[in-house]
């Protein structure tokens, strides 16, 4: 419940009624901390419950009325001290009913108690939002109140920062070490995930889609050679970061914690290693891609392992990338 929506509880149930009474030292004090009780529930549920909000009440006793704002200012004062902020309300989210780049969006929310209403594109069960109407033209996209923005990364970082949680790193060092892995998932997806879906979609056509060149062997009598090319990418790719990780003196990528980052690595694994699509690059490489790359196997089991990972990850064997 954003702040906006306790005022509104809060004038519904008639409690700024009483108008005119004095804010004593004491009072102020168990505003104060009734608003970092609920802080607190922030961080614990990502959201602010009503229970939450009246137990705060009952705790302010004498203060109510027009002191309510008092109790809004200091939620809010609360809520910068604990970095904590509430969605203002559903995010909006448009992507295919795949793994791809959207699912790890998915989960990021799913650990941060973010609600997304996804929006199926046109021709995947919804009828009427096409990629050409994205500013970008491509996907993902989402919109949180006014804002549209229209880029994985740029969703990530905003979904992190605006509404963190555990995913977040905390230390600018984190920040940095998590933002480098995710940025290498990124050119992996971009560079050698994606060039399979080319392939998996049946798509050779030259520009099919604006976000980067398609090769046209992705289709045809040359798709061997095709899938051979990516399989050495692929293999020279994950070689070196394998290295990284195996030499991480930390259970993640950027540290203690699990950050958004070792989630994108675990969508990528994952997909290439269940979904349908990535068959090829299975095939080329003997069954499992990753048979040389135990830390990475070992890092991303814990990102599975994780309890609203596992509940509110998809199928990786039902999707087809
Ligand atoms: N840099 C963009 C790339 C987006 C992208 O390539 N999206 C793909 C799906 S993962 C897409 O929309 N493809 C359809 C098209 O380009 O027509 C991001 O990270 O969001």
Redesign the pocket.
């Given at each position: 419940m954003a702040t906006q929506g306790i005022q509104q509880y809060l004038e519904e149930k008639n409690i700024n009624a009483v108008v005119g009474t004095a804010i004593t030292e004491a009072a102020k004090a168990r505003a104060e901390t009734a608003c970092e009780h609920m802080a607190g529930t922030l961080l614990d549920q990502g959201t602010i419950n009503v229970p939450g909000l009246s137990d705060a009440l009952r705790s302010l006793g004498d203060v109510h009325g027009d002191k309510v704002d008092y109790l809004v200012k200091k939620l809010k004062a609360a809520n910068k001290k604990t970095k904590q902020k509430v969605p203002a309300g559903e995010i909006e989210f448009c992507?295919?009913p795949v793994v791809?780049?959207?699912e790890q969006v998915r989960l990021i929310c799913a650990e941060h108690g973010i609600t997304l209403k996804e929006i199926a594109p046109v021709g995947f069960g919804g009828d009427t939002f096409k990629?050409g109407e994205t500013p970008?033209?491509?996907?993902?996209w989402m919109k949180d109140g006014k804002l549209v923005l229209?880029?994985?990364?740029v969703?990530v970082q905003y979904l992190i920062e605006k509404y963190p949680g555990p995913l977040t790193p905390t230390t600018f060092d984190e920040k940095m070490k998590a933002l480098a892995a995710w940025s290498w998932c990124?050119d992996y997806y971009?560079f050698v995930l994606?060039p399979l879906?080319d392939m998996a979609l049946k798509h050779n056509e030259k520009h099919?889609?604006?976000?980067?060149l398609t090769d046209p062997r992705a289709v045809g009598d040359l798709e061997a050679e095709y899938v051979e090319d990516l399989k050495k990418l692929h293999q020279t790719r994950v070689g070196y970061f394998e290295k990284q990780v195996a030499a991480l003196k930390s259970p993640f990528l950027a540290g203690a914690e699990c950050t958004y980052a070792d989630v994108f690595l675990y969508t990528c694994v994952y997909a290439v290693q269940k979904c349908a699509g990535f068959g090829p690059l299975r095939d080329a490489c003997g069954g499992d891609p990753y048979s040389d790359c135990p830390s990475i196997v070992a890092l991303v089991a814990k990102v599975a392992a994780r309890e609203k990972i596992a509940a509110a990850a998809g199928k990786f064997d039902e999707a087809p990338i």
């Open positions: 992507y295919f791809g780049r959207g990629h970008n033209g491509h996907f993902p229209n880029d994985s990364n969703i990124q971009s994606s879906h099919w889609r604006n976000a980067r």
